[in-house]
């Protein structure tokens, strides 16, 4: 069964009005079971409108999302995925653990066992020694991994992420690349991650695809396999390659579309 | 237009609320242990308000000037104060502030005190500066003093944000154009604490209100709707109605203030962002 | 070293502005009705700390059960307002109309509503003036609420009462607070202020006018001195409250 299958979705936002605009049109995506795809474009070329539709927080004009077989809206009142922002979003009044129980607190699971839980992810993430600290006591980078944390609280098959890294410096964020590939692989979980950057997408991605922009669809898909996923993997040949690749699908001179 | 709906709303609810306690309301109250939880409804205490109304068309005294125009009188006067100490308070907290900014040094200095000044009801000196009042300086001054204490505490606090808000790029620019202190005040800091000044002002106007009316009952000065009040209520049992025409009358001075101190930013703030002046 | 930076400063300026004002009165030969030496007012304190003390528990009674009244209905009246749109915006202008009048000129005609020995009139005019800020400021707060912990609450598929409790209360804290803030300051003076109007003559209101009129200047600015410390008091519990409340705030005045 397929993580997440979109199935010729078109989303106008406002509708008879003169400001109506087509973020999406006729967009077909469908991603594996432990598969990590990237989603990749220009701004305005509606790679966001899509998470957000995979997650149910907008819903499509036409077309269908289904998230592991149900559908958008019943996956998300099961939890069956995690999400993670551009800004951490952390309730500041919540230390680092309370913040990470959140969704499971949301699911009536019971106090010791959301704590273990908790602690268990913050592990995962490297930060079991913060959970007692405030989210305005952490850098940037610190409280990004919390939000990945807090994520994969539910332990979700689907992990959704709108430009995770995309505050944060180039050292932090290569660092946190690392480490999330090393949690998906643990967990199997599958993910849609959105990117502005082609080396980012590249190096995580079994999958990137990219999008054009007015109205926003999928121009094409670049099926990456690098020899190794580490700082290694960042200086072979196929890396640079798959990069070279991905930014002519970008620019719209493709040499050729593998799908 | 829709502000003016929500007025008009809100007035009828006041009224109902105010009729309806009536109609409904015990006359005597209503004491619960000993103690009158709620008022009296009685004429005496709570009038219809058409009375108030009417009263406003009779003489203050059997065959003197109608009610109103003694009350739109004594409203003038007390503007007049309320002005001269809004402009005083204004200077004396936008001078403050420039000086705090200029500074750090003052400002950690003064800025406790000034922030002091608002926490403790130093406004109780009023009775006490009353001695001013026909010795050092005639006694409206005295009344304006007091205001300006009031209204020149949002405007310091208020602009010391407003001049510090420019972005540390934003002064760095203005150092790299070689620009001095002077020249980045005028040209950088007095523009991008605009959005700041101004709600400022706004409490600065309401303050020097309510300073110029507790002002005028403390200090016994004669001619000022404060005053009229302290009058009128004495004569409640006899004349419930009229109290409440000055209350009007200090109500209405509250909004010309107000809408004065609204119509001073139309044209500097037609482009400008708004932000919240939180000055306590 | 970093507390005498600031704490050093005010307190030279305090000192110097006593002694400045001290000398100026005693060489400038300055009438005690213009203005009384510190040092005279220091000598009737603690001559009258027993009177100061009562009149200010008078006084901090009222104010503090008017702060107590108006800052709960200030909250209770934001959550409902917050929940319905067109009564938040009619909600808003209206509070800054009734902000912009002198409210403590209600003082009197609350006084011939219940009675004059009663201390009811001025606990309610404080009520209705601490009740403004503290409703406009939770009512801002409640509104406010960052976009992404809205999308993050939809997709735990949160209902609206979990949402209100985990999210918009406690997002809230640090607006109702910075009201009550205001509030407390205003709630003393309103308290002793409102004296002035007539009324029951025990707290420090009363004390500093029937003072003046005996001309004892020196005694009244005593009153005035511990009408001064108990709006510090109350500040400062707010503040400490505030601190306790929101331990997740680092700075104390934002």
Known sequence: MSAVVVSSVTKTFNIGRTDEVTALSEVDLTVGDGEFVSLIGPSGCGKSTLLRLIADLIEPSTGTVTVAGKGAGQARKEQAYGIAFQQAGLFEWRTVLRNVELPLELRGMGKAERKARAEEMLTLVGLEDFGGHYPAQLSGGMQQRVAIARALAVQPPLLLMDEPFGALDEMTRERLQSELLGICAKTGTSTVFVTHSISEAVFLSDRVVVMSARPGRITASVTVDLPSRDDAGRQSPPFFDKITEVRQALRGTPLKTVS | ?280 | MKWARSILPPVVVGVLAIVAWELTVSLGRVAPFILPAPSAIWRELVAQRQNVWEAALASGTNALIGLAAGAVLGVLAAMVASRFKPLTEVSIPFAAVLNALPIIALAPILNNMFESTSSIPRRLVTAIIVFFPVFVNTLRGLREVDPIHRELMHTYAASGWTFARKVRLPGALPYVFTGLRQASSLAVIAAVVAEYFGGLQTGLGSRITSAAAFTAYPRAWAFVVGACLLGLVFYLTTLLLERLTMPWRTRLIA
């Open chain 2, 1 to 280: 237009m829709r502000k003016l709906l929500y007025a008009v709303v809100g007035l009828v609810v006041a009224v109902a609320l105010w009729e309806g306690y009536k109609a409904v309301g015990n006359p005597d109250g209503t004491v619960l242990f000993g103690v009158r939880v709620l008022p009296r409804a009685d004429d005496l205490s709570m009038p219809h308000l058409w009375t108030v109304l009417e009263r406003l068309g009779r003489p203050e005294l059997t065959g003197g000037r109608p009610v109103w125009i003694v009350v739109v009188r004594a409203c003038l006067f007390t503007l007049g104060i309320t002005a001269v100490g809004f402009v005083i308070g204004a200077v004396v907290g936008l001078l403050l502030a420039v000086v705090m900014e200029r500074f750090r040094i003052v400002e950690r200095g003064l800025l406790p005190y000034v922030i002091l000044s608002q926490t403790v009801p130093l406004v109780a000196l009023a009775p006490l500066v009353a001695g001013w009042g026909g010795t050092i300086m005639p006694a409206w001054a005295v009344v304006s003093l007091i205001a300006a204490y009031l209204a020149f505490f949002p405007v310091a606090v208020g602009m010391l944000r407003g001049l510090q808000s420019p972005s540390a790029s934003g002064v760095e620019l203005m150092r790299s154009y070689a620009a001095g202190w002077w020249r980045t005040l005028v040209k950088l800091r007095f523009p991008s604490s605009l959005p700041y000044l101004f709600p400022a002002l706004r409490l600065a106007g309401a303050a020097a209100v309510v300073g110029a009316v507790v002002g005028e009952i403390s200090t016994g000065t004669r001619g000022g709707v404060g005053r009229l009040i302290i009058e009128y209520s004495r004569e409640a049992t006899s004349d419930p109605a009229k109290v409440y025409t000055a209350m009007l009358g200090a109500a209405l001075l509250g909004l010309v203030v107000a809408g004065l101190v609204s119509l001073l930013e139309l044209p500097l703030m037609r482009h400008r962002r708004h932000v919240e002046v939180v000055t306590l």
